[in-house]
């Protein structure tokens, strides 16, 4: 079983810019949510992403966009990048149905805004 | 308020201690109650995952979760140096899940 995997791992960009992270998510999982982790905090939800369709999403800007693909890989959008935009971006995947709460996490992608 | 309250810490305990790890919440409608355990640059990993009120247990690890206090417990038993890490609770509402600030560990050998 693959679990979910992310990239990059590290990158670095200048205010302005835009920046685009990918996620695959776990065989089997057809839900995928993405969250920042600023230094020090508790991952924050950005949304959620079942079926190609966004179903849920946190108190992010719209500059903050995602999609998923048919084989439920997502990708998150950041445009303009802020400073305020420097933190862990969490990629997490599991089975949308009423019976399960449980999120799997991949090692995440560290944003640093200059 | 915050949706969920956890004491950053940090907590530092010798090995063979029994930690005790806790999160409160204010929205009653939360069913779903989780702890993740988070190494330095990694992501979190699912450590305990309960669905009502009552006491959970698995190996040294035992969640307990109270939804009249809206009050939620990790406590690990004969903690181990590898046990060093931040943990994480986490709540579900609806397709949201809310997570608390995270409580770092070190258990000294």
């Known amino acids: 079983e693959t679990g979910v995997t992310q990239s990059p791992t590290h990158l670095i960009k200048t205010r302005g810019q835009q920046v685009t992270l990918r996620c695959s998510s776990q065989s089997g999982h057809n839900t995928v949510s993405w969250y920042q982790q600023a230094l020090g905090q508790g991952p924050q939800f950005i949304f959620q992403?079942?079926?190609?369709?966004?179903?849920g999403r946190g108190n992010f800007p719209p500059r903050f966009s995602g999609l998923q693909f048919p084989n439920y890989s997502s990708e998150l959008n950041v445009n303009a990048l802020e400073l305020d935009d420097s933190a862990l971006y969490l990629c997490?995947?599991?089975?949308?149905?009423?019976?399960?709460?449980?999120?799997?996490f991949g090692e995440g992608s560290r944003l640093t805004v200059l | 308020q915050k949706e969920v309250e956890q004491d950053p810490g940090p907590l530092s305990v010798p090995e063979g201690a029994i930690v005790s790890l806790n999160c409160t919440y204010s929205?009653?409608?939360?069913?779903?109650f989780m702890w993740y355990r988070q190494y330095s640059r990694k992501g979190p990993e699912l450590l305990m995952y309960t669905y009502s009120s009552g006491n959970k247990e698995d190996g040294r690890f035992t969640a307990q979760v109270d939804k009249s206090s809206k009050y939620i417990s990790l406590f690990i038993r004969d903690s181990q140096p590898s046990d060093s890490a931040t943990y994480l609770c986490a709540m579900r509402g609806g397709n949201q899940f809310y997570f608390g600030t995270g409580t770092s560990l070190t258990v000294i050998p």
């Open positions: 997490a995947s599991s089975l949308n149905t009423a019976n399960t709460g449980e999120l799997f």
């Open positions: 992403y079942y079926r190609e369709e966004e179903n």
């Open positions: 929205n009653s409608a939360f069913q779903y």
